[in-house]
């Protein structure tokens, strides 16, 4: 009977040893927490583009056409038609001339495009910035032990949170636990 106490002493010394070892060669476990709540961070980020419009800027003048006489030609024959359509005489003669050579003036403007200024079309452009919240973390409140603690994680974790637990010996002075 004895010698049953002195194997049981001996292997509960044993696993004691073990257990210390253990502690002594790893003193951190994981451990799982519930989470009371998970609330996400939001930081402001920009997005360049580009932002473009048409607008008016000074004024063109049509390059006349070249090659192309036939609005000179119609507008000198109308005008001369009805030049000689006024008038009497001398006088007919002149109406016709003077018909003629404004007609032929005229038809050359309308064939160039009217000869006139244009407001000219320019396109502008400018980087303008998108503003968006994106998610950037979650602030994580969860409870260990009957104690509340927060950390920011970048994902949401869920329920739970894996825990990573470091067990340290506390100092004590005298004998006695210090609060």
Known sequence: ????????????????????????????FRERARVISSTPVYENVSTPRQQCWTESSGYSQDAPRTGNTAGAVIGAIAGGLLGSTVGGGSGKIAASAVGAATGAVVGDRYNSGGGGAYPQEVQRCRTVND????????????????????????????????????????????GYWQH
């Open 1 to 28: 009977m004895h010698a049953r106490k002195i194997i049981a002493a001996s292997l509960a010394a044993l696993t004691g040893l073990a257990a210390t070892s253990a502690w002594a060669d790893g003193p951190t």
């Open 131 to 174: 503003y968006h919240q994106q998610v950037v973390g979650y602030e994580v409140t969860y409870r260990y032990q009957g104690r509340d603690f927060t950390a920011r994680l970048p994902y949401n974790p869920g329920p739970w949170v894996l825990l990573r637990v470091n067990v340290d010996v506390a100092q004590n002075q005298g």
